[in-house]
């Protein structure tokens, strides 16, 4: 193993970690069904029509960035190799 593919493989658990955590912390959505409808439960809120700014909608951009920095991460630590051989 080179330097490159330790360094890459901790990035990439330690990127992983964090996501799973963001994930955890993340509020579940509810769903609107006949319940809802019947009890009167309303989904329009202070938080729903702030959406950008809320806590729940920072975690999910965060966490589909660092998806996305995962994913190309994973991606160099495996293809760079080849090339540098």
Request: charged share 15%; net charge positive; hydrophobic share 50%.
């Amino acid at each position: 193993m080179t330097t490159l593919e330790i360094i890459g493989g901790i990035a990439i658990l330690v990127i992983a970690l964090i996501i799973i955590v963001m994930c955890l912390s993340q509020e579940q959505k509810t769903q609107d069904s006949m319940t809802a409808a019947l009890t009167g439960a309303s989904s329009d809120s202070f938080y729903g029509k702030n959406e950008g700014r809320t806590k729940e909608a920072i975690l999910s951009k965060l966490t589909r960035t660092l998806a996305i920095i995962m994913f190309v991460l994973v991606l160099a630590v495996n293809i760079v190799p080849i090339f540098t051989k």
